[in-house]
């Protein structure tokens, strides 16, 4: 089994700063890309930026400059550094993982997410 666990949500005020974290764990063979996402209710879950194991970072427009992706391929771990953050930055965060376990071929893994809200 393999579980994907977000961590560090929570409320900050608009200019404030949050850092998440997510960790994967169980019967991992190979951990290769991952990413995060963030969904507000009625609208689809829109990709933040990724993480490849080689530890090169992509950012989508709305949190490039703002955001920072890092990973640590020992603990299994990715975080987000999450600066300057606007309202609209409000919403649940999830972190994808693909991951090869027990087959050849590698499956994705989502989190449970985590709630960040950034409001005054």
């Known amino acids: 089994q393999v579980q994907v666990v977000e961590s560090g949500g929570g409320l900050v005020q608009p200019g404030g700063s949050l850092r998440l974290s997510c960790v994967a764990s169980?019967?991992?063979?190979?951990?290769?890309?991952m990413g995060w996402y963030r969904q507000v209710p009625g609208k689809q879950r829109e990709f933040l930026g990724s993480?490849?194991?080689?530890?090169?970072?992509d950012y989508s427009d709305a949190v490039k400059g703002r955001f920072t992706i890092s990973r640590d391929n020992a603990k299994k771990m990715m975080y987000l550094q999450m600066n300057n953050l606007k309202p609209e930055d409000t919403g649940v965060y999830y972190c994808?993982?693909?991951?090869?376990?027990?087959?050849?071929?590698?499956?994705?893994?989502w989190g449970q997410g985590t709630q960040v809200t950034v409001s005054s």
């Open positions: 994808k993982a693909r991951i090869v376990s027990d087959g050849m071929l590698p499956g994705e893994y």
């Open positions: 169980g019967r991992i063979f190979m951990l290769h890309d």
């Open positions: 993480i490849s194991r080689g530890g090169t970072a």
